[in-house]
């Protein structure tokens, strides 16, 4: 008969589970980013640029680990942009620039920040990036007056 297990009063988890939890994540049962307190806190200290800060027809270029995107705002408070860049952008598309997340389940919306990866929809696809390393941003460059 095997032996029961025996529970560590402090975490009720077994001595196993107190193991393998303390090699992957010591300390910690969830890292803090990927719950709801952590993520507001950390995407409150981390740089970028809020969508309806921006003009209409301003562009972003954002560089990530493996790409660089040319997103045009369209309609800043829709997060309606155009796109292109990266694997699944070859050409300008028309795309929804839904915001940023650690690449958890929490999305910091219409937000693009350094550090963090851009959720964009597109069609019937979603795409998230790698993480993004550097953003400028170039005024819409308006033609001359009529």
Known sequence: ??????MRPDTGLTATETEA???TCPGELVR???T???FIAAVSQTDGIDLIEVDALS???VQTDNSVYRITILTPHAREVLVQ???FFPERTRACLNGSSFGGSCLKLGWVGLGLHLEFHAGDQWIITSQVRAISLEPFAAGPAC
């Open 1 to 6: 008969m095997a032996s029961p297990m025996k």
């Open 21 to 23: 939890r303390e090699k």
């Open 32 to 34: 803090r980013h990927r």
């Open 36 to 38: 709801l307190d952590g």
């Open 59 to 61: 562009t972003l270029v």
């Open 85 to 87: 860049g990266g694997r």
